[in-house]
Each structure stands twice: as C-alpha cells, then as structure tokens.
T-cell receptor, first 117, second 111 residues
C-alpha cells in the first residue's frame, strides 16, 4: 500500500492564481483531512470529510474549498492564492473503529510545500 | 476553547540519555491523546497514544504519562538515538472527531 499520497510536492504561485492540491489514500479509510503547517506551529485543520459525500470546515477554512471526489480522493482548492497561504499542506486519513486504544489514529501524507509570491 | 501546548520549543539531549517532552492541554473533557513524530520534510508519524482511563502506556522505548489532575502529558524516550531527532507533537482528539495539535518540540540528539 502507498498509504496517503499528495501531489504536487512543491508549487510556486503568484498572488491571485488558483490551484488544486490532490490527495489520495489506498487504505479504504472513511475520513480524510486537510491541514496546514506554518513555521513554529502545529498543524491546523482546514477542512475535513468524515465520509464520502460530506465535507466540513475546520479551524482555518477561509480561502479554501474542498471536494471529496470518491472514497479515495480528497482535493483542496485555492481559488485566488494569497501570500498568507504560503505553507506546507498535509492530507491525512483515518478509519474510525469502535473501542480500543489507537482507534482514532490519522495517517499523514508527505506534504505539499506551497509558496505564494 | 481547546488548546494543546508544549512547554519547550527545543530540547537537546546526549545520545543514550533519556528524553522527556512535555505537553499541557486545557480541555478537561479530553479523553484521548496522541504523540506524533515529524522528521524534516515528512508528514507526522504516529508514535503512541493514551486514553484518559489510563495514566501510563508503554511502547518500544517510549512511554506516555497522563496526569489528568493537572492536565499534563509527557513523552519519555529511553536511550535516545540520533534517529529520534525530530519535532514531536502532542495532539488531543476532541468530541467532534478532530485532532488539535500543540506547537511541537524539536528534539536534537548530540552524538
């Protein structure tokens, strides 16, 4: 299994440009997440999808949109990029299980490094 | 609101020594916590977790301690190795199914 994969690995955008970050998982997980990580800070949740067909806002959703294309894929779109969106973006997935320690573990992709000029 | 924070941003230890990384949380209703390790250029990787009905859990060379009275948890790494150098995050799993991350502690291991 490849786990969680993200494309692209790196991207440079000009202010106002748009782009879509792709994420896919092959673990048959129900829930998927998009986070951003800024220097000296932990991960902050942008959007998540508890299951196929549903999406919800996280802590910092402004300036972003998401699409849960199917169970495997969850994309993040920047419609009009701003320098404040320069960050490292991580996608994660998890398979909620009932009972037992470790049931809520999220598995993370390698990240997409985005620079907005 | 919920917040999870770490006491120190950096920690430097000698190879072979034990490391202790601390974390404080604010939501007394939190019942599940996870420690992640993030190496440079990579995504966070699960290390160990603990539920609120436990005060200690051990893994391979790692131990997590939970003190609910003072809302504090710690990660202990025994016989720290150069490969343990990374940023360590504690995370709290809230009732809404979301992870709340702390800021992270960067562990450096000196040979």
């Amino acid at each position: 299994n490849a786990g969680v994969t993200q494309t692209p690995k790196f991207q440079v955008l000009k202010t106002g440009q748009s782009m879509t970050l792709q994420c896919a998982q092959d673990m048959n997980h129900n829930s998927m997440y998009w986070y951003r990580q800024d220097p000296g800070m932990g991960l902050r949740l942008i959007y998540y999808s508890a299951s196929e067909g549903t999406t919800d806002k996280g802590e910092v959703p402004n300036g972003y949109n998401v699409s849960r294309l199917n169970k495997r894929e969850f994309s993040l779109r920047l419609e009009s990029a701003a320098p404040s969106q320069t960050s490292v973006y991580f996608c994660a997935s998890r398979l909620p299980r009932t009972g037992g320690v470790g049931r809520e573990t999220q598995y993370f992709g390698p990240g997409t490094r985005l620079l907005v000029l | 609101g919920e917040s999870v924070g770490l006491h120190l941003p950096t920690l430097s230890v000698q190879e072979g020594d034990n490391s202790i990384i601390n974390c404080a949380y604010s939501n007394s209703a939190s019942d599940y916590f996870i420690w992640y390790k993030q190496e440079s250029g990579k995504g966070p990787q699960f290390i160990i977790d603990i539920r609120s009905n436990m005060d200690k859990r051990q893994g391979q060379r790692v131990t997590v301690l939970l003190n609910k009275t003072v809302k504090h948890l710690s990660l202990q790494i025994a016989a720290t190795q150069p490969g343990d150098s990374a940023v360590y995050f504690c995370a709290e799993f809230n009732q809404g199914g979301k992870l709340i991350f702390g800021q992270g502690t960067e562990l450096s291991v000196k040979p």
